[in-house]
């Protein structure tokens, strides 16, 4: 099974900043995605992280508020932009690869005040 | 994506078996059946997949229907620390796309 570390855990931050979350993963995985949790919610897919070339987004969802970068097979970052207090929530990193289940992260919970 | 419908909330006491169905009416013929459990400020963890039938391991079951248009988790035996959401989630193996849409997930309360 694949392990995987994010970073920071969590974080309180102005809004009208940005933050930027850190997924590594201990292996080489073939997807990463990027999950959003509200408080209470179920999960909802932000975008899939793709290497090499630019994150294909959900509905909903757009780059210039949450960019995402996969610079290798292991390392994936999303930016929470020009945050305001409705960014609040839980931010999950999920990796798989052919034939295997997804795997989650412990999520950042992001505090915006 | 197959959308996927389960109980909003269950209870159940210690020592007791607990079966969750999800219906999936839409499912695909190529769509597996996955559930994950999720515990307050963590991320959610695999517990179980199938493709029909019964599958069985060292945490719980997954009966499948031969229409596969339902799942039912079956825990045996819970315990306090059981206390989670569960997801019955669909989608296909094996080809590189696991983008999972998560349903509401069905909260379990085991009670002493």
């Known amino acids: 099974s694949a392990v995987i570390s994010q970073k920071p855990s969590r974080d309180i931050c102005q809004r009208g900043t940005s933050l930027t979350i850190q997924c590594q993963v201990d292996?080489?995985?073939?997807?990463m995605f990027w999950y959003r949790q509200q408080p209470g919610q179920s999960l909802t897919l932000i975008a899939t992280?793709?290497?090499?070339?630019?994150?294909?987004?959900e509905s909903g969802f757009v780059i210039d508020k949450f960019p995402i970068s996969r610079p290798n097979l292991t390392f994936s970052t999303l930016t929470v932009s020009n945050m305001s207090p409705e960014d609040s929530s839980i931010y999950l990193c999920?990796?798989?690869?052919?034939?295997?289940?997804?795997?989650f992260g412990q999520g950042t919970r992001l505090t915006v005040v | 994506l197959a959308k996927t419908t389960q109980p909003i909330s269950m209870d159940s006491y210690e020592g007791q078996e607990v079966n969750i169905t999800c219906s999936h009416n839409?499912?695909?013929?190529?769509?597996?059946i996955t559930w994950y459990q999720q515990f307050p400020s963590q991320g959610p963890r695999f517990i179980i997949q199938g493709y029909k039938t019964k599958v069985t391991n060292e945490v719980a079951s997954l009966f499948i229907p031969a229409d596969r248009k339902s799942s039912t988790l079956s825990l045996p035996r819970v315990s306090l620390s059981d206390t989670a959401v569960y997801y019955c989630l669909v989608g296909p193996r094996g080809s590189g796309t696991y983008k999972y849409i998560f349903g509401t997930g069905t909260r379990l309360k085991v009670l002493a």
């Open positions: 839409n499912i695909a013929t190529n769509d597996y």
């Open positions: 999920s990796v798989a690869d052919m034939n295997t289940e997804a795997f």
């Open positions: 992280a793709n290497q090499g070339s630019e994150a294909t987004y």
């Open positions: 292996s080489q995985v073939t997807m």
